[in-house]
């Protein structure tokens, strides 16, 4: 009889125990209010961006981020901080950073970044590493998530010539496709291309290209020429 009142007297104890961790477990859980709770993730890890197409003196950049949380109904700002790490080879003077905003209403938003051209980047290409922090809006949120690169250059990468041979002009260069871009915007011109905008597309795209050449040649003293390439030094000849 005392040993089974022992028994008892143990199980009601360790029962006692369980409820009483229990209930600390759910208190905690309780304490949580998910209804204040909200941060923001990038949604890429990395961007890049090329002057070629531009030949303004700046770019802002939008970087796209999403909301961790409930929307709300005013704009709420978020922060990023610069990473001195060998990911980082822009200097201050190569950017500057607008802020980001997640708008009244939204999932998403964007953190904005004004790239500055210039010289340097006709030759090279830099990169600046960023990472989220916590403002009074929005938290920083997931590690995986938290920080981005953004890359951007002038440099120029003559792509294959064949088709290009055919409308603009017969050799390859980096004046000739700068010119090229500037003269069309078009910055890539392989079969698919052609088959896109079919002979008489192609036709008007070289002719504008022709005009660009006539154009340049005509206000300035010396006509364009090939700085690099099969033809260097020689004036640019466009098939039209």
Not at 38 to 57: C, G, K
Request: net charge negative; proline share 5%; hydrophobic share 35%.
């Amino acid at each position: 009889m005392k040993m089974n009142k022992l028994i008892a007297t143990v199980l009601a104890a360790a029962l006692a125990g369980l409820l009483f961790v229990g209930g600390c477990e759910q208190t905690n859980v309780s304490s949580f209010d998910e209804d204040s709770f909200a941060a923001v993730n990038f949604q890429t890890d990395s961007l890049s961006y090329s002057f070629l197409e531009n030949s303004e003196d700046s770019y802002v950049q939008e970087v796209p981020a999403q909301l961790m949380g409930d929307t709300v109904s005013t704009d709420r700002e978020f922060s990023v901080e610069v990473v001195n790490d060998p990911l980082t080879t822009a200097e201050p003077g190569d950017y500057s950073i607008q802020g980001g905003v997640i708008p009244a209403g939204s999932f998403s938003g964007t953190l904005s970044i004004e790239l500055y051209n210039s010289e340097k980047l006709k030759d090279t290409t830099i990169s600046l590493h960023l990472r989220l922090t916590d403002t009074s809006d929005l938290e920083a949120g997931n590690e995986e998530t938290d920080d981005f690169v953004m890359h951007w250059t002038d440099k120029v990468v003559v792509p294959a010539w064949t088709f290009y041979s055919f409308f603009f002009c017969p050799n390859p260069s980096t004046t000739a496709y700068r010119a090229i871009v500037e003269s069309t915007g078009v910055t890539r011109f392989n079969l698919q291309d052609y088959l896109e905008v079919g002979p008489t597309g192609a036709e008007a795209l070289g002719r504008e290209f022709a005009d660009y050449v006539e154009e340049y040649n005509a206000t300035h003293d010396e006509p364009l020429t090939h700085e690099d390439g099969p033809a260097e030094g020689q004036p640019i000849q466009p098939v039209y």
